[in-house]
């Protein structure tokens, strides 16, 4: 029988979550499984709420992407009431793609900072008690004084 790894926690994703790996006697992956380990239960509680409440509830799904779920909450809104997405006001679709897309840019700022900054500052063989936001907030918490000598400058 082959090897077995378990990559607990994955901690580069929202919520929790692990992977076990089963490999064959040549080392080669013969199964992988992504376990999450969580229970919203959004499913229940927004059953027999007003449908316009939707959006607004539904954003809490996920951390990292609140606009999207919005977004997809609306459209489906949308559906129901017989509006097809094509038909949308010009202003309506602008504004729709005007929040996906600071939504991006925030995503990609949370995962810069809270997601990938404890491998660039630790390195990739830190120890997993070591990648996490706390442990950067800890490690540098004195960023400010650091960075202050270059707000000091005289820029003339």
């Known amino acids: ?17 692990k992977v076990p790996l089963r490999l064959d006697e040549a080392g080669k992956i013969e199964k992988a499984l992504f376990h999450v380990v969580e229970f919203r239960g ?3 509680f927004i ?11 539904v954003q809490r799904l996920c951390g990292i992407c609140p606009v ?6 609306a459209k489906a809104i949308d559906r129901i009431v017989g509006i097809d997405p094509e038909n949308l006001p010009h202003t309506a679709t602008q504004i729709r793609r005007l929040l996906h897309y600071a939504q991006t840019l925030q ?4 995962h810069f900072f809270y997601l990938a900054s404890p491998d660039l500052l ?12 706390v442990a ?3 490690e540098h918490r004195n960023w400010q004084e650091r ?5 000091n400058t005289d820029r003339n």
């Open 147 to 151: 960075a202050s000598c270059f707000a």
């Open 42 to 44: 959004f499913e229940r």
């Open 68 to 73: 999207s779920h919005h977004l997809a909450a």
């Open 47 to 57: 059953q027999g709420r007003p449908y316009w409440e939707a959006p607004v509830m």
């Open 122 to 133: 630790f390195g990739l063989d830190a120890p997993k008690e070591m990648r996490n936001v």
């Open 1 to 17: 029988m082959g090897q077995k790894i378990v990559i607990d926690p994955v901690t580069r994703v929202e919520g929790h979550g």
């Open 136 to 138: 950067v907030a800890t």
């Open 107 to 110: 995503s990609h700022a949370l």
